[in-house]
């Protein structure tokens, strides 16, 4: 099992930037991918970015590509999401996932609140 907690969540105006910050702890060897989703009051959860552990390789979801940026300190087993320009729709709770080789989403951190409002 991999255990996952996050930080840098916060109130935030319309404009503004955070960056939140993911480590992980426990079975670390078997990390293929760390990712970040969101979910906002009232909505599914949606995915925002991952990254591959390997390689490095990113995705984002479709909507936030040039907003937000997915990064990783290896030694650290760390993942960051930098986010910029936030919105008052990107309000939600913001989740850290670890997906293992062979397998989906699997560990889950308990979500970090990001709150956009002037």
């Known amino acids: 099992q991999v255990q996952l907690v996050e930080s840098g969540g916060g109130l935030v105006q319309p404009g503004g930037s955070l960056r939140l910050s993911c480590t992980a702890s426990g079975r670390t060897y078997s990390i293929n991918a760390m990712g970040w989703f969101r979910q906002a009051p009232g909505k599914e959860r949606e995915f925002v970015a991952a990254i591959r552990w390997s390689g490095g390789s990113t995705e984002y979801a479709d909507s936030l590509k040039g907003r937000f940026t997915i990064s990783r300190e290896i030694a650290q087993y760390t993942v960051y999401l930098r986010m910029n320009s936030l919105k008052p729709e990107d309000t939600a709770v913001y989740y850290c996932?670890?997906?293992?080789?062979?397998?989906?989403?699997?560990?889950w951190g308990r979500g970090t609140q990001v709150t956009v409002s002037s």
């Open positions: 996932a670890a997906q293992r080789l062979g397998s989906t989403w699997s560990d």
